[in-house]
């Protein structure tokens, strides 16, 4: 039987072919006409929004929580009496700002803007493993395959940005779970994140030394035929249809990355406000800068990475050191945001995949083991109160015990802030309807601003 | 697509494909049953023709190398469904 599908998928002026036609009349002529069909087209929410986008930092490995943002001055009472394992923090809290946030001295930029902070201090995850945390974090389960939380986002929301990606994701991990965490699963292709690189121009390949624009148009054009000949034998098959998709986005990319990432073209303040021109903080300052960039041309979801926070032993200097490279580069990005009005409505999300233990691990009083039970994560921005503690662990700091956020609760948060009801953004697979947050996940109400 | 080894393929087949000296028709029969197990159709065998910006015999490599790489490029020879 001929479907209505079918027909408008095969025929001659099928929906690839409209919106590829549109895309050519767009390179065509200056005045572009009206936007047809486009899977990352920006779309409603469902009540009104606090924070446009998300930029999640994601801190590989489990960040202690103990020697950082969650103050324990029990353990290190403990500690002096020798009681089990027990470790005090490495480094001193301070009040800071006047909301009296404890912060660590790991963090003495960053504490700086401790009014624009949340801090999560009763976060908790399933298990203590590398692998399922992590993937868990990113993708809602600890064990089978899903759509990662950015995907959900840009399938929820579309994007802003006519030629960049929705989701975009910046050094990702390659291991536990790597590409899994900003995968689409069985969401449509055009809802993954695509990685970009600190180095390398953001995307290996991406400028075609060999042919004029025109002849390569000519030549994508000759490529997206066959493809659409080929959706046509079989219409509606996802992965057709996300290849046609993605080589009309990655014909607009070959313009738009370079642009987008050239941090040449940032003033000498900028880049040194984020930490450019120290080794030290250059890696993650530059994540930080294409993130705002990113961010500036409506990208909804842009993920930065800092590996190495797996801190069993020597945690004194390593874990010093990591807050060191991170530290100056999110307090430049802060107050950029802030100076372009952008705080507002963009989400921060900082935080690994759980925290560390209350005991010392393998090296006596230096060294911390998984705790995935209580630890801490942090937003700012897009809709959060700042200055503001919500949840807290035991006294030893190694059981969330008050205002307690899993998993699913914090997607659920995240979602919320970003005007989308997160038992309604389902999607249709195998026969039954999916969720992001599965079938729990409560909003953290107490921290909206 | 743009990768050096895309285009160092795609260029090798081209020559290969050239250094039978059929017609352009016949080499474009000949690259899709290398590439893809399959002849073209007609609607394909013009539109590959057009990328090559005619049909004379021999022709521009560098325009051969442009229809290989795009033929590596499409669905069909990257997945198999």
């Given at each position: 039987m001929t479907t209505r599908r079918h027909i408008l998928q095969s025929s001659s002026t099928g929906f690839g072919w409209l919106a590829f036609q549109a895309l050519n009349q767009r390179w065509a002529h200056a005045a572009a006409p009206p936007k047809t069909i486009n899977p990352l087209a920006p779309?409603?929410?469902?009540?009104?929004?606090?924070?446009?986008?998300?930029?999640?930092?994601?801190?590989?490995?489990?960040?202690?929580?103990?020697?950082?943002?969650?103050?324990?001055?029990?353990?290190?009472?403990?500690?002096?009496?020798?009681?089990?394992?027990?470790?005090?923090?490495?480094?001193?809290?301070?009040?800071?700002?006047?909301?009296?946030?404890?912060?660590?001295?790991?963090?003495?930029?960053?504490?700086?803007?401790?009014?624009?902070?949340?801090?999560?201090?009763?976060?908790?995850?399933?298990?203590?493993?590398?692998?399922?945390?992590?993937?868990?974090?990113?993708?809602?389960?600890?064990?089978?395959?899903?759509?990662?939380?950015?995907?959900?986002?840009?399938?929820?929301?579309?994007?802003?940005?006519?030629?960049?990606?929705?989701?975009?994701?910046?050094?990702?991990?390659?291991?536990?779970?790597?590409?899994?965490?900003?995968?689409?699963?069985?969401?449509?292709?055009?809802?993954?994140?695509?990685?970009?690189?600190?180095?390398?121009?953001?995307?290996?390949?991406?400028?075609?030394?060999?042919?004029s624009d025109a002849e390569q148009k000519r030549q994508i054009e000759f490529i997206q035929k066959a493809n659409r000949r080929l959706l046509g034998q079989d219409p509606g098959n996802p992965e057709i249809e996300g290849v046609i998709q993605s080589y009309e986005l990655a014909y607009k990319m070959q313009t738009s990355v370079p642009m987008t990432l050239d941090l040449d073209q940032e003033p000498g303040h900028i880049r040194e406000l984020y930490g450019l021109n120290d080794g030290d903080t250059e890696r993650f300052g530059t994540q930080c800068l294409m993130a705002r960039r990113l961010a500036e041309k409506g990208v909804r979801f842009i993920q930065l990475t800092s590996p190495g926070w797996d801190h069993h032993n020597g945690l004194r200097e390593n874990l010093g050191r990591q807050c060191h490279s991170i530290d100056k580069p999110i307090a430049g990005l802060i107050a950029d945001l802030k100076q372009r009005n952008m705080l507002d409505d963009t989400l921060i999300v900082w935080g690994g995949e759980f925290g560390r233990g209350s005991g010392y691990d393998n090296e006596a009083y230096n060294g911390r083991g998984h705790n995935g039970g209580g630890y801490t994560m942090w937003m700012a921005g897009g809709g959060v109160k700042g200055g503001h503690v919500h949840g807290s662990t035991n006294e030893m700091g190694d059981t969330a015990a008050t205002g307690v956020m899993g998993t699913h609760d914090l997607h659920a948060t995240i979602l919320h802030l970003l005007g989308i009801n997160h038992e309604r953004l389902t999607y249709r697979y195998a026969g039954r309807n999916f969720r992001l947050t599965d079938v729990a996940g409560e909003v953290a109400k107490d921290i909206l601003a | 697509m743009n990768s050096p080894f895309?285009?160092?393929?795609?260029?090798?087949?081209?020559?290969?494909?050239?250094?039978?000296?059929?017609?352009?028709?016949?080499?474009?029969?000949?690259?899709?049953?290398?590439?893809?197990?399959?002849?073209?159709?007609?609607?394909?065998?013009?539109?590959?023709?057009?990328?090559?910006?005619?049909?004379?015999?021999?022709?521009?490599?560098?325009?051969?190398?442009?229809?290989?790489?795009?033929?590596?490029?499409?669905?069909?020879?990257?997945?198999?469904?």
């Open positions: 779309k409603p929410p469902h009540f009104a929004p606090r924070a446009k986008r998300v930029i999640f930092m994601y801190m590989q490995g489990g960040p202690s929580h103990l020697d950082t943002f969650d103050w324990k001055p029990e353990l290190a009472k403990a500690e002096a009496q020798k009681v089990q394992k027990y470790m005090g923090s490495v480094f001193e809290f301070k009040p800071r700002g006047q909301s009296g946030l404890m912060i660590s001295e790991a963090f003495p930029e960053l504490a700086k803007h401790a009014d624009s902070l949340c801090l999560l201090n009763g976060m908790k995850t399933a298990t203590n493993a590398h692998q399922m945390a992590t993937v868990a974090l990113h993708i809602g389960s600890e064990s089978f395959v899903r759509p990662s939380m950015g995907a959900w986002i840009v399938y929820g929301l579309g994007s802003e940005g006519e030629d960049l990606p929705g989701f975009v994701t910046i050094n990702p991990i390659a291991d536990n779970g790597g590409a899994m965490n900003y995968g689409s699963a069985f969401l449509p292709a055009s809802f993954q994140g695509t990685r970009l690189n600190t180095g390398g121009g953001g995307v290996a390949h991406l400028s075609n030394g060999r042919l | 895309m285009e160092d393929v795609a260029g090798e087949i081209a020559s290969k494909i050239l250094e039978e000296k059929k017609n352009s028709g016949e080499s474009v029969n000949e690259l899709y049953r290398y590439l893809l197990g399959r002849g073209p159709s007609a609607e394909e065998q013009a539109e590959a023709l057009a990328l090559l910006g005619g049909t004379e015999v021999g022709g521009d490599p560098a325009r051969w190398t442009t229809l290989v790489q795009a033929l590596l490029g499409t669905a069909e020879f990257r997945y198999v469904f």
